[in-house]
């Protein structure tokens, strides 16, 4: 592809996006595509000759398009958002055509000092301290895992990464059973093993660990010669929001001499509202706060934020230093990629910052102030209706909920053919969680461009196929 060309495709890229995100309320939200359909259209053998870009891009519409979950549209109701709000979409245009790598400072100056000061800029957002310093990570997981490794390095004396595991006490993380995967797989990749994740048992709507059974874990474990290294918070758990109380939960750390990873990667991002800053009372004791721009503050995915009280221990676990990546003569300057596990790093800052210059805090707090609403609306409006019942409340904009109609017997089919029927109408999309052991549906409302008249239509949505269902 010559300059002329490049040019050319990129202007019909641009107008495509754009048309793109015109239309999407006309489309059906989730993919209507069997498995391996999408694959059935394509060559199975890698073409030998270049093909013209007109058959290229025409069969990106034909072929790709319908097999697309469109995570834009206004009525995505389902898992968590992934907002990609269209400024941050143009700095990714301007990422992509420079493709940087910016794992050193000296290999974009921008890309790191850019990094620095937008990560202060959302610290200051949502009202942390002046200490904690913020890394732009490429997921919540990879945050997590870097989170527990130094942890684990931490309570060994930094000796895990040198001698390995064998013949050390065995590490021991505590948690509740709210907590997102990614805490699982960090746990196995460390190398700490699932039977060190203690489960700590939870209590109360928003289901936070119970404090005393959270301490007396750590001081049994520490009896019986293990070694408690670190506590992981849930702020927002991706079921059903579960919260811990991170002011107990920091306090019974500092009693021990734990380290506190909080995972707030849905939640998060609104904490650019002081009111809802209470979720969350006490973060400012933990070491180490993620949570995801790319959710549902609006920075095109991916762009995780890492919050760390103490990056030297970070850096101490994860920097390695071989000749060819040493930036001599640049005292005082920070190199992002010690502070993560992968080495490369793309240009994310970019649209963090075009993000927050083209709205604003104002406009942005206005907007997760409108989905908590609407959903709370919402989450009224189905618990008054008939055959139905609100399974937990709304924490922030997530709220779950069943139909439990007169005489129906497996509810938990009726609930899960429910969920399918809504997806298969097109409308909306939601998805089904389990709570207590039985299936409920989630809604969330966090769509950049979702109105109050997107979230009423899902209400009609929700009780039509509900009527049509129990009348089948
Ligand atoms: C989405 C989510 C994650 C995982 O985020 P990735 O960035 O996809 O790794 C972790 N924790 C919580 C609470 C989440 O909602």
Redesign the pocket.
């Known amino acids: 592809m010559n300059n002329d060309d490049f040019r050319e495709w990129s202007r019909k890229a641009a107008e495509w996006g754009a048309d793109y995100r015109a239309g999407l309320r006309e489309l059906p939200v989730r993919a209507r595509t069997k498995p391996g359909e999408i694959a059935a259209g394509m060559e199975t053998a890698p073409p030998e000759d270049g093909e013209p870009m007109e058959a290229i891009f025409a069969d990106f519409e034909e072929k790709i398009l319908p097999g697309m979950t469109h995570w834009q549209h206004p009525r995505f109701f389902a ?2 958002p992934a907002n990609a709000a269209p400024v941050s979409v143009v700095a990714e245009y301007l990422v992509s055509a420079m493709a940087a790598q910016c794992m050193l400072w000296q290999t974009s100056p921008s890309a790191t000092e850019l990094e620095t000061r937008v990560l202060d800029w959302l610290r200051q957002a949502l009202g942390l301290p002046d200490g904690f310093r913020g890394v732009i990570q ?5 945050a ?1 895992l870097a989170a527990i490794l130094t942890m684990r390095e931490r309570a060994l004396s930094w000796q895990g990464n040198r001698q390995g595991l064998a013949g050390q006490p065995k590490v021991r993380v505590y948690s509740s059973d709210q ?2 995967t ?1 805490v699982d797989r960090a746990i196995w990749v460390s190398g700490i093993g699932e039977e060190n994740l203690v489960r700590i048992p939870v209590a109360g709507p928003l289901r936070p660990m119970v404090p005393e059974a959270l301490e007396q874990a750590i001081v049994r474990d520490r009896e019986a010669g293990l070694l408690p290294a670190g506590i992981v918070a ?1 702020v ?3 079921s059903v929001g579960g919260t811990d109380d991170v002011a107990a939960v920091c306090e019974i750390a500092e009693r021990h001499g734990l380290y506190v990873h909080v ?5 998060g991002s609104a904490m650019i509202c002081p009111e809802f800053r209470h979720l969350w009372q006490g973060v400012e004791k933990a070491h180490s706060i ?1 949570f ?1 721009p ?2 549902w503050l609006g920075a095109q995915f ?1 762009c ?1 934020a890492h919050f760390i009280r103490e990056p030297d221990d970070l850096v101490r676990t994860l920097a390695i230093k071989p000749e060819y990546l040493k930036t001599h003569g640049s005292d005082g300057i920070v190199n992002y990629s010690e502070w993560s596990v992968p080495l490369g790093r793309r240009f994310r800052a970019l649209k963090l910052w075009f993000l927050l210059r083209a709205h604003g805090l104002k406009q942005l707090r206005a907007m997760i102030r409108n989905h908590v609403e609407w959903s709370g609306d919402l989450a009224r409006k189905i618990a008054g209706e008939p055959d139905f019942e609100l399974v937990t409340k709304p924490m922030l904009s997530l709220f779950s909920f069943r139909h439990v109609p007169e005489g129906g017997d497996d509810v938990d089919a009726h609930n899960l053919a429910l969920v399918n029927a809504i997806n298969d109408d097109g409308r909306i999309y939601l998805t089904q969680t389990r709570v207590d052991g039985r299936i409920a549906i989630r809604f969330q409302a966090g769509q950049f461009e979702t109105t109050k008249e997107d979230v009423d239509m899902a209400f009609d949505v929700i009780r039509d196929c509900a009527k049509k269902l129990a009348s089948a």
């Open positions: 898992y968590f490429d997921s919540a997981s990879s997590t907590v997102h990614s849930s927002g758990g991706t995972d707030a990667a849905w939640a993620v995801n790319h959710k991916d995780s």
